[in-house]
């Protein structure tokens, strides 16, 4: 008989193992097990798999080789974004947060964690600053995971189910929503016209049913909402909310969507510091104003200061504790972790050292480069922009009108060593643009696009 096989670096692949946890959790098969795994999400098959590699340096050689697959884009010629950006990152960034006590700190608690609390507590204030807001909390996992909590708290909030989104949001984040909220709240999509807000037809569809109106300002194809205030009106008319959704490194340049009438503000960090790694590393925000019915419902940490018991000396702690997952336990509105914390450190540094006047000129590189890059692809023959909206950072591009598809000039322009952009579908091409990409290296992507277009059609 052959005897089962025990993955060495996959844990509980003994059988004895695997039955011991059916039996816990009172399942009779591993298909019992995973029953609320939607039916069309299943593949009904053994996944294809290599054959394990059991020796050790078997498998250090099988990654190596997978590694020197992957090949480095000059940040000139990387046009790539659509959610994980290739922003500058200070040296004294990675510089201070590979320091051990920020590295290896996980949880804690402040007197045994010194210096930790403390760093994000300053982060906190930086974010709060820059959202013009009174509370931010410490990072979630990622922007995903903060849009679907800042959503799930207007719920609670206003005890409402209905969710109207407004804007264009990216397909991967909707879904994190759509599932995250499922069990308490109804998603509802309202098409954007021209690239923005249907105000009118978010006005007809408002009423005592909705707990939020979400909006993405910039939106997954960069567009920035110029009806947040309006927005704000026709939620708070029937007393819900309006939640928005932004990014930060835009803020230097743009109003702050609290400013305009936002009660709850979110999105992810990744632009602060932290350096696009295979995926990017990630974390998300929400942002409150100092009113106990929106604090009390951050599921996430919240650092404090506060005196102690000698004169003069202060110490950092956590706020409304009992109202976390932490304290609460199984009784938590949400689940939340600390494995992003590190991310806030860096966006702290970053945004000390950035200063207003630093975030204040990033803003507004990236706003006219935007700007300067569209006005000079959709110049070329059959390149045209989809929408009129301003645009921070990312647009899209139908290149419909050049007989070529997208797939096909995203695959020439690789050749020539760029990565363009993300494709939407057969004829539109989101492009992204940085503070990495000068005009010079918009000149030369776009004769890139023109020679290819050329050669393709020749």
């Known amino acids: 008989m052959t005897e089962p096989f025990i993955h060495p670096y996959i844990p509980n692949t003994a059988p004895a193992a695997r039955q011991a946890m059916l039996e816990a959790v009172g399942a009779a098969t591993v298909d019992e097990f995973y029953a609320d795994v939607p039916d069309d999400l ?34 000139g010629k990387l046009f790539l974004g659509a959610g994980t950006y290739n922003h500058a990152v200070p040296a004294i960034v990675d510089e201070v947060i590979n320091r051990s006590e920020f590295l290896t700190a996980y949880a ?44 799930a708290m207007a719920t609670r909030i206003t005890g409402r189910r209905r969710i109207l989104v407004v804007s264009d949001v990216h397909p991967d984040r909707l879904s994190k929503v759509r599932d995250y909220v499922r069990p308490y709240a109804d998603v509802v999509i309202v098409p954007s016209v021209g690239g923005i807000a249907d105000v009118a037809t978010i006005g007809s569809l408002v009423d005592e049913h909705t707990a939020a109106v979400w909006v993405e300002t910039p939106s997954h194809h960069g567009a920035l909402e110029p009806a947040l205030r309006g927005l704000s009106e026709i939620a708070h008319r029937v007393d819900a909310l309006l939640v928005v959704g932004t990014e930060p490194l835009s803020l230097g340049a743009v109003t702050p969507p609290a400013d305009l009438g936002a009660d709850i503000v979110h999105g992810d960090i990744q632009s602060l510091g932290l350096h696009p790694w295979f995926g990017g590393a990630h974390a998300g925000f929400i942002g409150v104003r100092d009113d106990p019915r929106f604090v009390m419902e951050m599921p996430s940490r919240l650092f404090g200061l506060e005196s102690t018991d000698v004169p003069g000396e202060y110490g950092f702690g956590d706020v409304a504790y009992e109202r976390t997952s932490f304290a609460l336990r199984e009784e938590g509105k949400e689940w939340v972790g600390t494995a992003a914390a590190l991310w806030g450190i860096a966006a702290g540094v970053y945004l000390a050292l950035m200063g207003p006047r630093g975030m204040e000129e990033i803003g507004d590189t990236i706003l006219s480069r935007t700007a300067y890059a569209r006005s000079v692809l959709t110049a070329l023959p059959g390149v045209t ?57 918009i000149d030369d992507f776009a004769a890139a696009l023109a020679e290819v277009l050329e050669g393709v059609k020749a």
Not at 46 to 70: C, F, I, K, M, S
Not at 128 to 147: I, S
């Open 42 to 75: 299943r593949l009904h098959r053994e996944l294809d798999l290599p054959a394990p590699l059991v020796a050790e340096q078997d498998l250090a050689r099988h990654v190596t080789g997978l590694l020197r697959r992957n090949r480095a884009v000059e940040p």
């Open 108 to 151: 804690g608690e402040p007197y045994e964690d010194h210096g930790r609390f403390q760093a994000l507590f300053e982060y906190q204030s930086l974010m709060g600053a820059l959202l013009d807001l009174d509370v931010v909390n410490v990072p979630t996992y990622d922007g995903y995971q903060a849009a679907a909590t800042a959503l």
């Open 385 to 441: 922009a989809t929408d009129d909206a301003s645009h921070f950072r990312e647009f899209v591009l139908d290149v419909s009108g050049t007989g070529v598809p997208a797939a096909t000039l995203v695959r020439e322009l690789r050749t020539l060593g760029y990565e363009p952009g993300l494709t939407l579908d057969a004829d539109r091409l989101l492009v992204c643009v940085t503070e990495q990409n000068t005009q010079t290296d």
